[in-house]
Every structure is written in C-alpha cells, then in structure tokens.
Nanobody, 119 residues
Framework: QVQLVESGGGLVQAGGSLRLSCAASGLTLSNYVMAWFRQAPGKGREFVAGLTWIGSHTSYADSLKGRSTISRDNAKNTVYLEMISLKAEDTAVYYC????????????WGQGTQVTVSS
C-alpha cells in the first residue's frame, strides 16, 4: 500500500521560511519522480517542484524558483521542500505526489499540508 505523508505546514509571517516533508512508503522510489504541488483557495492545483530519485534532477515552477529547494533523504524515503522569503500568495495546501519516471500522470498523492503566510 502506497502512502505519502506530508508534514511541516503551518502559519508563518511574510518573509519567513518553512520546510515541508513527505515520507513515502510502499514503493521503490528509484522508479519515481517525486513532486510538490499546491492549491490556493479558489485556484487550481499547480506544480511547485519535482525531483527524480535517480540522478536528483530537479525542476521548479517560476512562482517559487529561487525561493525553494527540493531535496531528499534516501535513508528516510523522504522528500523535502524548503521555502524561504514566503509571501502571502504562497498560502495554499501543499501536496506531495509521485509518478513513474516513464509516465506523465502523478498516480499517488498525499493528504496535503496547509501553509498560511500572514502579511
């Protein structure tokens, strides 16, 4: 059974930072791309950052480029999203997701963690 469990969200002031975690179980991560998405109130879900387990190739959305870093801990099967210089418009539910390297659709999703940035 595949599980993705996010943590680390919360309330932070504008200009602050947060580190989100996503612990994965039930799959062999070397076959997958792990990514973070977010969904703000009244808006669609958008890609934030992605990471291939093999090679650690990363990609970032323009909205958080330069203010976020995606990384992993092999031993813990965990991917992180560190965000700095947070803005009110970064307020959203942040989701962790995985897809097979050979596929385009993200098959497994976490339950999400709320990030609220106060201005």
């Amino acid at each position: 059974q595949v599980q993705l469990v996010e943590s680390g969200g919360g309330l932070v002031q504008a200009g602050g930072s947060l580190r989100l975690s996503c612990a994965a179980s039930g799959l062999t991560l070397s076959n997958y791309v792990m990514a973070w998405f977010r969904q703000a109130p009244g808006k669609g879900r958008e890609f934030v950052a992605g990471l291939t387990w093999i090679g650690s190739h990363t990609s970032y959305a323009d909205s958080l480029k330069g203010r976020s870093t995606i990384s992993r801990d092999n031993a813990k099967n965990t991917v992180y999203l560190e965000m700095i210089s947070l803005k009110a418009e970064d307020t959203a539910v942040y989701y962790c997701a995985v897809r097979l390297v050979t596929m385009s659709d993200y098959k497994y999703w976490g339950q999400g963690t709320q990030v609220t940035v106060s201005s």
